[in-house]
Nanobody, 126 residues
């Protein structure tokens, strides 16, 4: 069982930055597929970024490439999402998700993940 807790959301003006954190417990983060998703009201959940914490594979949605960076700190069992050049359309509830595949794999499909955090709200507005 993997327990995930997100933090770091908030309100920011367009062009600003936020860093989200996803703290994992119950499983060593060094062999997980961890992803960030977001969901705006009335829209489907969208995969934003994912990484294999064992090192190597990282993927991003086209909508955030060049602006968002996913990273990890194994010592803290935490995965981060650094969000720069934020736009109003980035406004959403952001969720961390994790899965324990038996081989290196990353995915932006919500159905791939069993474990989810409770979410943290990000609002980008002037």
């Amino acid at each position: 069982q993997v327990h995930l807790v997100e933090s770091g959301g908030g309100s920011v003006q367009p062009g600003g930055s936020l860093r989200l954190s996803c703290a994992a417990s119950g499983y060593t983060v060094s062999n997980l597929c961890v992803a960030w998703f977001r969901q705006a009201p009335g829209k489907e959940r969208e995969g934003v970024a994912a990484l294999w914490t064992g090192g190597g594979s990282v993927i991003y949605a086209d909508s955030v490439k060049g602006r968002f960076t996913i990273s990890q700190d194994n010592a803290k069992n935490t995965v981060y999402l650094q969000m720069n050049s934020l736009k109003p359309e980035d406004t959403a509830m952001y969720y961390c998700a994790a899965e324990t595949p038996n081989m290196e794999r990353v995915s932006l499909s919500p159905g791939f993940y069993r474990y989810w955090g409770q979410g943290t709200q990000v609002t980008v507005s002037s």
